[in-house]
C-alpha cells in the first residue's frame, strides 16, 4: 500500500511563499499521473496543478506564473512552490497519485496539509 504524505504548510501573509512537499512511501515512478489539488472552506476541492502521463504539467489559470510542481524523483517526492500567494489561496492541499494497473486505476491521496494566507 502506497503512502502519501504531505508536509510544508503553514500561516503566511499575501505575497509570501510556501513550498509544499508530497513523499511517497514507494517510488513515484509507479505513479502514472501525480497531481495537487486543494479545497477551500466551503468549496469544492479543484484541480492546482498535475504531471500528466507523458510528464508535462498542466496548471490551473489562477495559480499559472505563481506555482510551480515540480518532482524529484530520486526522493520519490512531489513538490509545490507557491510564490505571490493571495488571500484565495487559502485551503488544504492535497496531493494526489494514480496507479494503473491492467488498465484499472488505483488513486492515492495523502492527509492534506493546511495553507493559511493571511494578513
Known amino acids: 500500500q502506497v503512502q502519501l504524505v504531505e508536509s510544508g504548510g503553514g500561516l503566511v501573509q499575501p505575497g509570501g511563499s510556501l513550498r509544499l512537499s508530497c513523499a511517497s512511501s514507494?517510488?513515484?515512478?509507479?505513479?502514472?499521473?501525480m497531481a495537487w489539488y486543494r479545497q477551500a472552506p466551503g468549496k469544492q476541492r479543484e484541480l492546482v496543478a498535475s504531471?500528466?502521463?507523458?510528464?508535462?504539467?498542466n496548471y490551473a489559470d489562477s495559480v499559472k506564473g505563481r506555482f510551480t510542481i515540480s518532482r524529484d524523483n530520486a526522493k520519490n517526492t512531489m513538490y509545490l512552490q507557491m510564490n505571490g500567494l493571495k488571500l484565495e489561496d487559502t485551503g488544504v492541499y492535497s496531493c494526489?497519485?494514480?496507479?494503473?494497473?491492467?488498465?484499472?486505476?488505483?488513486?492515492?491521496w495523502g492527509q492534506g496539509t493546511q495553507v493559511t494566507v493571511s494578513s
Open positions: 494526489t497519485g494514480r496507479i494503473l494497473r491492467l488498465g484499472f486505476p488505483t488513486v492515492y
Open positions: 514507494g517510488s513515484i515512478f509507479a505513479f502514472n499521473t
Open positions: 504531471y500528466t502521463s507523458e510528464m508535462t504539467t
